[in-house]
């Protein structure tokens, strides 16, 4: 997809509903351009200009999406409400995150991470600071992909044991022998506005900046899945250093979509 953008039009005179319920800016536009060069139809349904907003059940929407387009993305909070959307679709949904999963961006991760080193079995990744959704969707993608993968969180922000994934508090046991480091934002948008304070004291220690990065395997890559807080989660050399892939993994949203929604309408 990404060597040739233009080289399936799989969607073409079709439409994909996205329904947006949580802010966006990668996943609405690599979604939009990606289903355009599949020839496509990207259908945005703002849930405050949908019948959603007022009370009409995701059953009723399933329905009738599932009527009208070839498949469904949503971003929404509860992993219930993707369930229930996909429970009574007759077309694929896709999860455009969730409070507890992010998986179309560990699909552009793992791109990443493939462009990089060629290949994907046996590399090691470690992920730095909050125990989120796009950490565990690297843990269960990840081990899909034979990637090994070691999340470093402080305690209260550590994940459940997920998908064989190394869990530890400590930062750089996790980075040793990584060939990427990985970090996301400390206050997502499915955290309280009031819990900020308290998760950039615990979280500090873990950003990811040169030190945490040169305690890495030689080569290792910095990556970050955006938006980004210079000076907290990340440092601006990090960010825009040498090291980091951060801009790749952005645009490579919208060729691992595109490759997922191949496979699921074709
Ligand atoms: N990484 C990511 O999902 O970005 P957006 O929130 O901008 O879509």
């Known amino acids: 997809m990404k060597s040739n953008p233009l080289g399936s039009d799989v969607l073409k005179r079709r439409a994909v ?3 947006f319920q949580r802010h966006s800016t ?29 009370g009409e059940s995701i059953r009723d929407t399933a329905y009738v999406l599932s009527r009208n387009a070839a498949a469904i993305g949503i971003r929404t ?7 229930e959307l996909a429970q009574y679709a007759t077309v694929p949904v896709v ?8 998986p179309c961006q560990a699909l552009a991760d793992l791109l990443t991470l493939k462009e990089n080193f060629g290949e994907l079995d046996g590399l090691k990744l470690a992920y730095v600071g909050d125990g989120n959704n796009v950490a565990r969707s690297l843990a269960i993608v990840g081990a899909l992909a034979g990637v090994e993968i070691a999340i470093a969180a402080p305690d209260g922000y550590q994940l459940e044991p997920v998908a064989g994934a190394e869990l530890t508090a400590d930062p ?12 996301d934002v400390w206050v997502s948008m499915n955290d309280s506005p009031e819990t900020a304070a308290a998760r950039s004291e615990a979280l ?25 807080h210079p000076g907290d989660e990340i440092t601006e ?5 040498e090291r980091q892939r951060i801009w790749d993994q952005a645009e490579n949203r919208r060729h691992g979509q595109k490759a997922l929604l191949e496979l699921l309408c074709a």
């Open 237 to 241: 050399q990090v960010l825009y250093g």
């Open 172 to 183: 750089y046991e996790a980075v040793k022998n990584a060939n990427a480091v990985y970090t």
């Open 26 to 54: 990668r996943t609405r536009v690599s979604f939009e351009t990606g289903i355009v060069e599949l020839g496509g139809h990207p259908m945005i349904l703002r849930t405050e200009d949908t019948q959603l907003a007022r």
């Open 17 to 19: 509903a996205l329904i």
């Open 95 to 102: 999860n455009m995150l969730t409070a507890d999963h992010h």
């Open 204 to 228: 500090h220690p873990y950003q990811l900046n040169d030190e945490l990065l040169a305690a890495a395997a030689p080569g290792a890559i910095a990556l970050h899945c955006l938006p980004a």
């Open 77 to 83: 909070g509860p992993d219930e409400l993707v369930r």
